[in-house]
């Protein structure tokens, strides 16, 4: 999809990405696609996963930089883990 994935940090419940891309690929697109791989190579690694109807939800939260720096995104990101 030509997405470049600039932070991440994974919760128990959830996941931070800081993705860079271009302005014509729609986000849910990008979610979709992200949802799809992961959950492939997880059920590929643990076979038991393979019985659950789903590993994700339908929902996701996205917003824009906007005026805040890419750095200070990130840091932000980096920073979930230590919570």
Known sequence: MNIEIIALEIMPDHIHLFVS????IPVHKII???KGVSSN??????SHLLKLPSLWTH?????TAGNISNETIRKYIEAQSKK
């Open 32 to 34: 979709k696609n992200l």
């Open 41 to 46: 190579i997880l059920r590929k690694e643990f």
């Open 59 to 63: 929902s996701y939260f996205s917003s």
């Open 21 to 24: 891309a271009f302005p014509n």
